[in-house]
């Protein structure tokens, strides 16, 4: 497995990989990697001939300075992980080799797609996401990139952002991957005690049951919201960020479902802050 720190070495490589008629498929990462992020590599080896992981705390979609500074980065971890997955190159730059001396967001017409979810609660952090998103894309030149759909706003602006710039790159989505508990597999997940993530666990029921009363006929919004947060209410140590009900393309609020839906959760457990969605089609 090989390992590159600068840009230059990155691009070096990815010419040379598409000289020999090889696509590229890449994962980029904040680093911390769990299964999710190994259910991502494999689906790049599916869909790529050679597979570039990125690992790169951003401090720029960090609109928490706490929140950066607790990340669980565990460099040594992480390689083994790639490797064990047959990751063919790691792409490990510091902070100063993407940003120079100005660590700062670009700033994107987004259309929208920040105003609302996680975008509304944490200012900024989705400029920092294109940014470095498009700054990983012109070092690695990849054919195609694979995101979660945990971080589903997140997914639906990077698909904005490539067709905007017209980067030569498809989007290819992952299912949330899950723990046998049904939570929603996190880095955060590290941070929590066990009693707090049993408590974590509401998350998912809430959606379970949610999208059950949507399956039932239920189609107000107000009322699917109602019925995640009478779960969520449940747990002595959940403290709702927002529940929304959203359009799936351009994730604007609605009132009542009449094409595909996004039910979208942030939840705090103690000083743990969770997210969690399911599509209601």
Do not use: W
């Not at 840009?7 to 911390?32: E, N």
């Not at 960090?62 to 790691?90: M, S, T």
């Amino acid at each position: 497995m090989k390992i590159i720190n600068t840009v230059s070495d990155m691009q070096a490589y990815s010419r040379q990989v598409k000289g020999k008629k090889l696509s590229i498929a890449f994962v980029p990462t904040l680093g911390g990697l769990h299964e999710g992020h190994r259910a991502l590599m494999r689906l790049g080896k599916k869909v790529g001939d050679v597979v570039v992981v990125s690992i790169f705390l951003n401090p720029t979609q960090f609109d928490n300075k706490e929140d950066l500074k607790k990340y669980p980065a565990r460099r040594e971890d992480d390689l083994k992980a790639c490797e064990g997955e047959g990751v063919d190159c790691v792409f490990l730059p510091s902070v100063e080799e993407m940003y120079g001396d100005d660590i700062a967001s670009q700033v994107f017409d987004l259309k929208g797609l920040d105003k609302h979810l996680c975008g509304g609660k944490r200012p900024g952090h989705f400029q920092g996401v294109v940014t470095i998103v498009k700054k990983l894309f012109e070092a690695v030149l990849p054919n195609k990139a694979v995101f979660g759909e945990k971080d589903y706003q997140q997914l639906q602006i990077i698909r904005h952002m490539v067709e905007a710039l017209h980067f030569p790159i498809e989007i290819i989505p992952h299912p949330i991957v899950r723990e046998k508990s049904g939570l929603a597999l996190s880095s955060r997940n590290r941070r929590l005690s066990a009693d707090e993530k049993k408590e974590a666990l509401c998350l998912y029921q809430a959606l379970k049951e949610t999208h059950q009363a949507f399956k039932n006929g239920e189609k107000r919004a107000e009322k699917l919201i109602q019925t995640a947060e009478g779960v969520l209410r449940q747990s002595k140590k959940a403290s709702v960020d927002y529940i929304a009900l959203v359009d799936a393309a351009t994730l604007q609020p609605i009132a009542t479902l009449e094409k595909k839906a996004l039910l979208a959760l942030a939840v705090f457990i103690g000083p743990v802050r969770l997210i969690d969605n399911v599509l209601l089609d």
